[in-house]
Each structure stands twice: as C-alpha cells, then as structure tokens.
C-alpha cells in the first residue's frame, strides 16, 4: 500500500533564504506527483505537477524534482517570502487504472519576517 | 471563470440527519472527486467520477453517496450523518483522469 510522508511537519525559515521541502513514497510505480499549497481555512492550490518520466518542473520560485527509484520528490523554494507561508502538501498518483491519489499529511512552512 | 465552486460553506448537522454537498466546475473537466481532511490524516478521497455516468469509491466510502448529476456537477450525500464524519469536505476536478487537480474551497461540516 502506498504511504506518502512529508517531514518535518513543520518547518520555520528567515525571509530571504532558500528551503527545500521534502516528499517520500514508498511505491515507485506512480503516474505523477503534484505538489499543492494550503492556507488556513481554506482550499488547495496546485503548484506543480510531474509526471513520472519526469526529473523536475519549475514555475517561478519553485523547483521540483522527482526521484521514482529512491521514491523522493522536493520542492525548492528559492528567496523565501513571508507569503510563501502555508501548508505544502504533495500527492501521488499510482499508474493502476485507478484514480486513487495518496496525499501526505503536509509540512506546515513559516517564513519570518 | 469561477473554478471550483461548493455549497455550503458551513453546515452544522445532528447525528441522524442528512444533507448533500454540492459542488459544479466550469472549466469543461471530465473528472471530479470528493476528498475529506482531518487533522492527522490528511486528505482522503471519498468517490471520484472518471467522467460523466461513472461513479467509483475512493480509499473512505462507507457513508457517503455520490450522484454525477451531468459534466458541471458532482454531488456527495450523506444518509444519517454520523460525528465520524465531522470534517473538511473538498471537492476537485481535472481534466482527464490522472491530470492536475484545481479544488474548490471547502465545506466544513460539524455533526454533533
């Protein structure tokens, strides 16, 4: 069974600085993973998604790259912002004829001003 | 273009009761899922519809009922609300199965 696990579930940072935020899998036969953002109280906003023939994808900011063999992918966040501030959660998608996504439980960022 | 769009916001229900979150997408998707967030679980999806006319169970079904009712709008039900079920309700959609997900903003449901 797929597991997906965020560490650590919290994480504070210095504005300005770069941080990379962690996503492992414990199956690595995925179709894609894609990476969300969360504010409190409120919806999730896709970031990035990749597909499993994929290393890494960049919007802006934000770097991620996905390792299926050691089941790991990782969010870069270049120059911190105190609006980056949010719960980052990543999601896989198995490559079964199911569409059954694995979310992992978060890792809750707070840059400081 | 509103997205992702669901009803109500906020719900308070007694144990027993029942009620039916709505949700529509104008975005043309084929595919809409209901998912759930409790604290320390993490999301789980509910039900999914890979495209209009099909309904399948996700990884937490029992309780719930689904109904496509066309392309735009994909409705979840609850028969005899339980305080199990007590949580955040999101509902998404994507293009094709497998695609990028857009949700919508949430209805927090509280049974007591």
């Known amino acids: 069974k797929q597991e997906v696990t965020q560490i650590p579930a919290a994480l504070s940072v210095p504005e300005g600085e770069n941080l990379v935020l962690n996503c492992s899998f414990t199956?690595?036969?995925?179709?894609?993973l894609q990476w969300f953002r969360q504010d409190p109280g409120k919806g999730l906003t896709s970031l990035l998604l990749?597909?499993?023939?994929?290393r890494e994808q960049t919007s802006g900011r934000l770097n991620a790259s996905l390792d299926k063999s050691s089941g790991r992918s990782t969010l870069y966040i270049a120059a911190s912002q105190p609006g980056d501030s949010a719960t980052y959660l990543c999601?896989?998608?198995?490559?079964?004829?199911?569409?059954?996504?694995?979310f992992g439980k978060g890792t809750r960022l707070h840059i400081l001003p | 273009n509103a997205g992702v769009t669901q009803t109500p916001k906020f719900q308070v229900l007694k144990t027993g009761q029942s009620m039916t979150l709505q949700c529509a997408q104008d975005?043309?998707?084929?595919?809409m899922y209901w998912y759930r967030q409790d604290p320390g679980m993490g999301l789980r999806l509910i039900y999914y519809?890979?495209?209009?006319?099909?309904?399948d169970k996700g990884e937490v079904p029992n309780g719930y009922n689904v109904s496509r009712l066309n392309k735009r709008e994909f409705s979840l039900r609850l028969e005899s609300a339980a305080p199990s079920q007590t949580s955040v309700y999101f509902c998404?959609?994507?293009?094709?199965?497998?695609?990028?997900?857009?949700f919508g903003p949430g209805t927090r449901l509280t049974v007591t």
């Open positions: 199956d690595s036969a995925i179709y894609n």
């Open positions: 975005m043309n998707h084929n595919s």
């Open positions: 998404a959609s994507s293009r094709e199965i497998g695609d990028e997900q857009y």
């Open positions: 990749i597909q499993s023939s994929q």
């Open positions: 519809s890979a495209s209009e006319g099909t309904t």
């Open positions: 999601a896989v998608r198995h490559s079964d004829r199911d569409d059954k996504i694995i």
